[in-house]
């Protein structure tokens, strides 16, 4: 940071018991903290007032700023990685998917909502953030994707109305049922866990 005296007299002498005002002014991702030394009205402020009662010797104390580092999801899935953290530090951040997903990436947004650098690799679920700012990750799951596989007995077809897939984890698909000539559906078999994903096991729409 910086200082600068009003007056600021060239030869550094000021008459008794005047007042001298002086202002602190940070440099960007530093913050005021206090002054040192006697004389200062008010020692927390970045502008004071010095008395010159006798020879004053003050000093103006800066800081690292810290800021904040937000996360929050698409999908299913937990992280690490949320704090304060000091201007300039490194922060290790994770993403673990949860069941049916799959880590893709990360968004990395600023204070002001726009997209920003930091982040190592935004397209690894364990990396490391250098901060430099605020700091709005998204971790982004998505959806694994699955095979159906639909047959059916002689008299008929069968197939997955939503041709072609994939088909992602937790999604709602339509499983349909064709007789041919002189036949007429009976049910849907198959395992236990396929099974008990059906709405109904008894039209031939489900």
Known sequence: ???????????????????????????????????????VTHPTSPTSTVTMTEDRNVTATFKVREYNVT?????????????????????????????GYQFSHWLNYDSLSNLTTGLDNNMSASTTLNVQGGHALVAVFSPLSYNITVNSTVGGSAQVAQQPGPYYFDGNYTLVAS?????????WTGDSN???????VNNSIT
């Not at 007789?179 to 049910?187: Q, T, W």
């Not at 396929?194 to 109904?200: D, K, M, R, W, Y």
Request: hydrophobic share 30%; glycine share 14%; aromatic share 14%.
């Open 179 to 187: 007789p041919d000539y002189g036949y007429s559906f009976s049910n």
């Open 194 to 200: 396929s099974i008990g994903l059906l709405s109904t």
């Open 71 to 99: 996360i929050t999801t698409t999908g299913t899935g937990t992280f690490t990685g949320v704090g304060v953290y000091p201007y300039d530090s490194n922060v290790s951040i994770t993403a673990t998917a949860g069941q």
């Open 1 to 39: 940071g910086s200082v600068s005296l009003n007056p600021n007299n060239p030869d550094g002498l000021y008459e008794y018991d005047s007042n001298v005002t002086v202002t602190a002014v940070a440099d960007p991702h530093f913050e005021f903290v206090s002054w040192i030394g006697d004389g």
